[in-house]
């Protein structure tokens, strides 16, 4: 798929401030329904506590949180894992990923219970879109470096933990994530979306400014391409964790709640 470089260049003159809202995603995009539930899903090097902090501050607020442990085998098994949730809630709900798990979104989030869907530091790909040809069109990211496969299994080096993924967090905060960290199945980053939430659902993206993970202005190109209401974080990969109450107020937002 061809890259509208006007669009990236675009999206990289909107990175000089520290958070910045995406003037045209606001023109395009229809007040979201007023939702008490929130399902959070998270991606690969980790697992559903790194939602901890955001969890907190979403309940504190009055709503309803619940957070995915996402499997890490298929697309299709984490996508199935993730549906099963909005089946439980009982009014609109948004659909919150991190990372890999905005291609759960991207596919879960046309379920009919989803009111909006929010992206931090996300994969957004579009319905059939191979997401691995499109991020190559952009410089690789550094912690691609570090992937280590023992057999199919995958999971981040320590190095490249502490450094690419977790750049902004205290080492010893760092350290314990790490020691937690989720493998993940290489059959899992074989999978392609068949739909996509964000043609249809108000769409919420977080870029994170100094991510390691994912390239930032590949993250600006999906959060325009999907004219999402967007804020800029100064901020590692893990922006949900080093800037919880940025990401919550996003969140809020997206549940048509007042910050």
């Given amino acids: 798929m061809m890259v509208n470089r006007r669009d990236v260049s675009a999206g990289m003159a909107a990175g000089a401030v520290a958070s910045l809202v995406s003037a045209r995603g606001m023109a395009a995009i229809p007040a979201p329904a007023k939702a008490r539930n929130v399902i959070l899903v998270h991606g690969l090097f980790a697992d559903g506590s790194c939602w901890s902090e955001v969890i ?13 442990q996402n499997p890490l085998t298929t697309l299709p098994e984490a996508v199935a894992a993730a549906q099963r949730v909005p089946d ?58 570090g992937i280590l496969f023992d057999g199919d299994e995958g999971r981040l080096s320590e190095a490249a933990f502490l450094r690419d993924f977790a750049g902004d967090l205290p080492e010893a905060k760092a350290k314990v994530l790490y020691a937690v960290q989720a493998p993940f199945q290489k059959a899992l980053l074989t999978g392609k979306t068949t739909h996509a939430a964000w043609r249809t659902k108000p769409s919420f993206y977080a870029v994170s400014m100094q991510d390691r993970t994912i390239n930032p ?43």
Avoid at 57 to 67: D, E
Avoid at 104 to 124: C, D, L, M, N, Q
């Fill in 56 to 68: 907190a501050r979403l309940q504190a607020a009055g709503l309803n949180a619940t957070s995915v």
């Fill in 88 to 145: 439980r809630q009982d009014g609109p709900t948004v659909l919150v990923g991190h990372s890999f798990s905005g291609m759960i979104v991207t596919e879960a989030g046309v379920h009919p219970i989803v009111s909006a869907v929010v992206y931090v530091a996300a994969r957004a790909p579009d319905a059939g879109e191979d997401y691995t040809a499109l991020a190559k069109t952009f410089p690789t990211p550094p912690a691609s470096a």
């Fill in 217 to 259: 202005d590949l993250e600006r190109f999906m959060a325009r391409r999907m004219n999402a209401r967007t804020i800029e974080v100064k901020s590692s990969h893990l922006s949900l964790i080093s800037h919880p109450d940025e990401i919550t107020r996003l969140i809020l937002e997206a549940a048509g709640q007042p910050p």
